[in-house]
């Protein structure tokens, strides 16, 4: 046998070898768990199996992989209000194991365990609490119907050792009929109150014009009854008081001497201050 043959040989045989060898292991991923199946034991071994490379016995074990990283599920659902409307709910949920409690998991729902849990479970959920209220009572305690929801949905999916780290509605609505008659009824209320601001405003209008009126009437009372009260020559006199005032301001100034008083027309003039 020449030296190539027996390369190749050595090569074919160390190949199979490896192949054989590998046949000894497998391999967990980032992001996975595993359990045993040991067939020689008679059922699963209660060891959890993180990442990395890991020896078992082909044909009398059989490793079983379980993702831990978050999962997301869309669950959709139609249910009964108390007041007998139909409401359209989706959810979101983003869940993942309890990575100690696999082995119980495998044993009691299998490896498609978030299909057979968390639909019933999300459906259950919604259905026991939206029964207990009204359609209109929805619409306005959506938030707080939305956290009791939540908050139960997490203490039912626990009962299965599965984490729900998240619980979100990406819709709720009601059926065409409901949800036409809602929009009409909102569009009634938007014209009521229009009509009662335009109202309101007329009023407020109309009573700043009385208030206006009832002032300028009230100037005229007083005028005519100080006219009563003190006669025109009183109030004339008022007014030379006046004049007289303003002549003496103007008296000390050196440029002003005699101011006339109705001088054309046979008045006499005020003589302030004559300096020569």
Same mark, same amino acid.
């Given at each position: 046998?020449?030296?190539?043959?027996?390369?190749?040989?050595?090569?074919?045989?160390?190949?199979?070898?490896?192949?054989?060898?590998?046949?000894?292991?497998?391999?967990?991923?980032?992001?996975?768990?595993?359990?045993?199946?040991? $067939?020689?034991?008679?059922?699963?071994?209660?060891?959890?199996? /993180?990442?990395?490379?890991?020896?078992?016995?082909?044909?009398?074990?059989?490793?079983?992989?379980?993702?831990?990283?978050?999962?997301?599920?869309?669950?959709?659902?139609?249910?009964?209000?108390?007041?007998?409307?139909?409401?359209?709910?989706?959810?979101?949920?983003?869940?993942?194991?309890? +990575?100690?409690?696999?082995?119980?998991?495998?044993?009691?729902?299998?490896?498609?365990?978030?299909?057979?849990?968390?639909?019933?479970?999300?459906?259950?959920?919604?259905?026991?609490?939206?029964?207990?209220?009204?359609?209109?009572?929805?619409?306005?305690?959506?938030? $707080?119907?939305?956290? +009791?929801?939540?908050?139960?949905?997490?203490?039912?999916?626990?009962?299965?050792?599965?984490?729900?780290?998240?619980?979100?509605?990406?819709?709720?609505?009601?059926? @065409?009929? !409901?949800?036409?008659?809602? +929009?009409?009824?909102?569009?009634?209320?938007?014209?009521?109150?229009?009509? $009662? !601001?335009?109202?309101?405003?007329?009023?407020?209008?109309?009573?700043?014009?009385?208030?206006?009126?009832?002032? +300028?009437?009230?100037?005229?009372?007083?005028?005519?009854?100080?006219?009563?009260?003190? /006669?025109?020559?009183?109030?004339?006199?008022?007014?030379?008081?006046?004049? @007289?005032?303003?002549?003496?301001?103007?008296?000390?100034?050196?440029?002003?001497?005699?101011?006339?008083?109705?001088?054309?027309?046979?008045?006499?003039?005020?003589?302030?201050?004559? $300096?020569?």
């Amino acid at each position: 046998m020449s030296f190539a043959s027996k390369l190749i040989t050595l090569g074919a045989g160390i190949s199979g070898l490896g192949f054989f060898v590998g046949r000894f292991f497998f391999t967990i991923d980032a992001g996975e768990r595993a359990i045993m199946f040991d $067939r020689a034991n008679g059922g699963i071994k209660e060891k959890i199996y /993180g990442e990395g490379m890991h020896f078992y016995i082909p044909f009398f074990q059989k490793p079983i992989t379980f993702a831990i990283r978050l999962q997301s599920k869309t669950i959709t659902s139609q249910t009964g209000t108390k007041d007998l409307q139909t409401v359209d709910i989706a959810l979101r949920l983003l869940f993942r194991p309890v +990575e100690s409690q696999l082995p119980n998991i495998y044993l009691k729902l299998g490896t498609d365990y978030d299909e057979r849990i968390l639909p019933s479970v999300g459906k259950e959920t919604l259905k026991s609490v939206i029964a207990q209220y009204d359609a209109d009572q929805i619409l306005k305690q959506r938030e $707080r119907i939305s956290q +009791e929801i939540r908050q139960q949905i997490i203490q039912n999916a626990k009962e299965f050792n599965i984490i729900l780290d998240d619980v979100s509605f990406i819709h709720l609505g009601f059926m @065409k009929e !409901y949800a036409n008659a809602i +929009e009409q009824k909102q569009v009634a209320q938007q014209n009521v109150e229009r009509q $009662r !601001y335009i109202v309101d405003r007329d009023e407020q209008e109309k009573q700043a014009q009385i208030i206006k009126s009832e002032g +300028e009437a009230e100037a005229a009372i007083m005028i005519n009854k100080a006219v009563k009260q003190f /006669g025109a020559a009183q109030i004339e006199l008022k007014r030379l008081e006046a004049a @007289k005032n303003i002549a003496e301001t103007l008296s000390k100034s050196q440029n002003i001497s005699f101011v006339p008083s109705g001088a054309g027309q046979g008045g006499n003039g005020l003589l302030l201050n004559v $300096r020569v």
